[in-house]
Structure formats: C-alpha cells, structure tokens
C-alpha cells in the first residue's frame, strides 16, 4: 500500500465533504429552510417528504463529488514545457463544481418556489393552506412536493456531469454550451410531461401540489431522468471541440427517436396494465392518486432509458 496516494486520496474526500457541508448543508438549513427546523422534522415529526428530499439531495451532492473525483487529473506546465499533475488544482476542481452545484440547486429550488406560489396565489391545497414549496413538504409531509425537487436535482446533476470550469480538459466553453442544453431539455421535459402524461382536467402541478399525488411525481422523475439520461449519453459521444448545438444532425435525430420510443414504450405499459390487470390506468394514476402507479411507472421509464442507453455505449 502506498500511504502517499491513500493521504492524496483523503484530500480529495475531506474537500469534498467540507464543500457538500458548508456550501450544501449549511445553506439548506440556514437559509432554503430557515423558517424550520431539519432535526425535528426528521427525529421527531419522522417527515418522510422532508427526509426524502434532504436524502436525494445528499445522495446528488455525493454523486456529484464522486464524479469530480473520478474526472480528468489537472495538468499544468513546468517552465520547461513539460506537464505534470498539479495537486491542489484538482482539490479546487472538486470543490468549485460542487460549490457551482449547490448554486445551481438552490436557485432552481428558490424559482421554483416563487413561481408555484405566484402559481397557485389566492387558492388553498386539501389540507385547506395557501401553496407553498416548504409548508408543503415541511408542514404537510407532502411527498409529491419532495420528488418535484427532486427532479430538478436530476436537471442540476445531468447539467454539472458537463461541467469543466477550471478549463482542465480543454472543454470550458463547450461545457457551458452543453449544460445550457441539459437545462433546455429538462424544461422541455417539464411540458412535454404536461402534455403526454395529464388528461383533461388534470395539471402537473396541481396534481403535485393541490392533489398531493406522489404517484405523479414519482413517474415526473421517471421521465426526466430518461430523457436527461439519454442526452448525457449522446453527449458524451462528442468528440474535442464538439458541442451540442455544433453537432451532426443525427445526434438530434437519435434524442428525438428515443425519446418518442420512450413515450410509445411507455403508453404500451399503461395498455399492458389496463389489458391484463383490468384497471384503468389514467384513474388509477390521476383520480384515485394511487402512487404504487407512479411507483412501476417511474421504475419501467428509468429502465427502458438504461437499456436505449446501452446503444449508445
């Protein structure tokens, strides 16, 4: 065992969690949620909407470090030309993208909240409350609220795998390019749900929010997840000085199709289930709110995006 690489290797994991906490943690706490408190909603409210939403955004901010860690090592030019690897400019590489992470989440987070608000102004939820994103999740344990951020975590998370912003794989501002596309589709995303997945009647948000329906909001990240997923993988196929919007066109193609697969795929599901188990799935998902519907649903779309991924391996 080589105890120089194993200390070089802590650094990394120190960095990492002194930036998930200070610049993660803390701002969730102290300010996202400052109006209420994160220990008694988890010990002794035992919150199951507030729980999943700090559980997800944990579990994002780890993902996020681990990827930094595992990236491109930062390589840097002696006076005689030659490169070598440059320590301290791979810890700032770690902590600079989970700080820009925790930026990005919380100004999502923060939008999100001011718009449903501005949404819903002047109407009250089943539990007979104004809307809003934390008296939903922290006073009505409404887990539909908790997985609606948790898709815009998705967005935050597919946006930061392109990220370069120290420039060490020579890719600064095509990343930029990149993740500026990750956000479009992630808000496509958003209406496209609106459109294939609700019937007359029935709003996103309103589901989410007014009806409290997990099941929706399950099957939301479901759906946000294939689709970034499969944007990711396409990406990654870019060759040095490559972007999303300077590509070949069958790269639009490729989204396009599977994507559109994806939906088919999906509305053969709910047809498979109103066949063979006689129910019907739209009132089943929508009226009755029943989220173990939400639940296969968010499970056979994360699926079918792995397996249209393994194309593109």
Known sequence: MDWNILFYDFGYVAVAFACIYFTGWMIYDKLATKSYSLSHAIFEEQN?????????FLAMEILIAVSAMSGEEALQKTAGGELTFNY???LEA???TILFSNIVFFAFRY??????????EGEIDQQGDAVQFNNEIFVQHNLAASLFSVSFMLIMYFMILQEDFLGIQLYKTEAYINMSAVLGLGLLNYVFYSIFFMK??????RELFIDNNSGVGMSLVGFMFGGLYLQSK???QFELKEHFFATVPETYYYLIVMIVFLLVARKSFTVFIEVFAKRNFKKDFLDTDNPVVGLLDMTFMIGVAYLLGTMLA
């Open 48 to 56: 199951m909407a507030a729980g999943l939403e700090i559980a997800c």
């Open 88 to 90: 301290a400019l791979d």
């Open 94 to 96: 770690v902590g600079v």
């Open 111 to 120: 939008i999100a909240s001011r718009w449903i608000q501005s949404r819903f």
């Open 200 to 205: 007359k009647g029935h709003t996103t948000l």
């Open 234 to 236: 396409l990406i990654g």
